[in-house]
């Protein structure tokens, strides 16, 4: 499965963005799907992950309350909703596919999109 994220932009702390990871090749209803985030000099995290059919997700604890993981199958895409951004949010943001299950190990994930650059300025 190709994945491709998309919905980045530069934005001030306290704002909002929808990220979308978008499929291709395979159905991605076939897989758990999950957001990680890099910043500069700092290694790649988890974010987010939802289940294949939706019904249950897990979040950073960092990102709880504020950010919210979905999936509309028939579209076949994954999006990221973040509200209430902090400076520190600012990453390149990725989305990744496993065949497994959700969780928070990069090794999990089999299938890795390139990312898209969230700025959140102070």
């Known amino acids: 499965v190709q994945l491709q994220a998309s919905g980045g932009g530069l934005v001030q702390a306290g704002g909002s963005l929808r990220l979308s990871c978008a499929a291709s090749?395979?159905?991605?209803?076939?897989?758990?799907t999950g957001w990680f985030r890099q910043a500069p000099g700092k290694e790649r995290e988890f974010v987010a992950a939802?289940?294949?059919?939706?019904?249950?997700?897990r979040y950073a604890d960092s990102v709880k309350g504020r950010f919210t993981i979905s999936r509309d199958n028939a579209r076949n895409t994954v999006y990221l909703q973040m509200n209430s951004l902090k400076p520190e949010d600012t990453a390149v943001y990725s989305c990744?596919?496993?065949?497994?299950?959700?969780?928070?190990?990069?090794?999990?994930?089999?299938?890795w999109g390139q990312g898209t650059q969230v700025t959140v300025s102070s």
């Open positions: 990744a596919a496993s065949p497994y299950c959700i969780g928070s190990l990069i090794g999990a994930y089999d299938y």
């Open positions: 090749g395979r159905t991605l209803s076939n897989y758990a």
């Open positions: 939802i289940t294949r059919g939706g019904d249950s997700t």
